[in-house]
Structures are given as C-alpha cells and as structure tokens.
C-alpha cells in the first residue's frame, strides 16, 4: 500500500516563498500522475498543479507562474515550489498519487 508524505508547509508573509515535498513509500512513483491538491477553510478541495510521468504540467490559473511542480523519480518524490505566496494561498496541501492515494497534508499560512 502506497504512504505519501508531505513536508514543507509553514507560516510565510506574503510575497515569500516555500517548498513543499511529498515522499512516497510502498510504490515507485515514475509511472504515475502526482499532484498537488489544496483546501481551505470552508471550501472545496481544488487542484493545484498535475504533474505526469512523462512530466507534462497543468497547473491551476490561480497559481500559474507562481508555483512549480517538479519531480525526482529516483527520490520518489515529488516537489510543489511556490513563490509570491499571497494571503489567499493559505490551505492545507495535499499530495496526490491518481488514482486514489492522498497524504495527510501540510498548512501553509500566508500572513498579509
């Protein structure tokens, strides 16, 4: 059974910048679609940023050129840079392996 586990979330002002990660355990990553996925208070999960294995990107309209999905197969790790975080960014992050594994999630706060 596959375990993802995020890293990297935390308070920042805005205008900052933070790294998350997500580790998979339990399955090789290299033949999978990840994601990012966020959810804030009192609102629906939403997708972020999609990353495939062959490495095409898609990526929310709200994060586009802000944000920077990568990864690292040989680390089976998966990588979520965000840059000029605003205020409304503020969510829990959630790692995603399609079909149907999820992390625990990671807060990220932006103060303004």
């Known amino acids: 059974q596959v375990q993802l586990v995020e890293s990297g979330g935390g308070l920042v002002q805005a205008g900052g910048s933070l790294r998350l990660s997500c580790t998979a355990s339990g399955r090789t990553i290299s033949s999978y679609t990840m994601g990012w996925f966020r959810q804030a208070p009192g609102k629906e999960r939403e997708m972020v940023a999609i990353?495939?294995?062959?490495?095409?990107?898609i990526y929310a309209d709200s994060v586009k050129g802000r944000f920077t999905i990568s990864r690292d197969n040989a680390k089976n790790t998966v990588y979520l840079q965000m840059n000029s975080l605003k205020f409304e960014d503020t969510a829990v992050y959630y790692c995603?392996?399609?079909?149907?594994?999820w992390g625990q999630g990671t807060q990220v706060t932006v103060s303004s």
């Open positions: 995603h392996l399609r079909p149907d594994a």
């Open positions: 990353i495939t294995s062959g490495a095409y990107t």
